[in-house]
């Protein structure tokens, strides 16, 4: 299995930028795609997750209401739209692929990983 990510850059404080991440090398409809990121010194973090069907989302509560993920099961492809985009959200943002059909927050549910994408958010 093969993730990429892609679509982080540089943008100013309150604007947006949206992440990609396709898939390839099994049923990419089967499982559950979550989103992570790791900020300069600090752990890597769960972000956003979404089921397989795209009918259940969760967000950690310092992104909802900015932050959207969703999923195209026809383009193997994960999304995470940011909006309103904050200076604490500057991080390197992973997307990874869970063994399971509902995310979950820990790391150990997901099997396979992106190579990760640079965020940064100037002020």
């Known amino acids: 299995v093969q993730l990429q990510a892609s679509g982080g850059g540089l943008v100013q404080a309150g604007g947006s930028l949206r992440l990609s991440c396709t898939a390839s090398?099994?049923?990419?409809?089967?499982?559950?795609m979550g989103w992570f990121r790791q900020a300069p010194g600090k752990e890597r973090e769960f972000v956003a997750g979404?089921?397989?069907?795209?009918?259940?989302?969760s967000y950690i509560d310092s992104v909802k209401g900015r932050f959207t993920v969703s999923r195209d099961n026809v383009k193997n492809t994960a999304y995470l739209q940011m909006s309103s985009l904050k200076p604490e959200d500057t991080a390197v943002y992973y997307c990874a692929q869970s063994s399971k059909l509902e995310p979950g927050v820990r790391q150990d549910e997901y099997d396979y990983w992106g190579q990760g994408t640079l965020v940064t958010v100037s002020s």
């Open positions: 090398g099994r049923t990419f409809s089967s499982y559950a």
């Open positions: 979404i089921n397989w069907s795209g009918g259940s989302r």
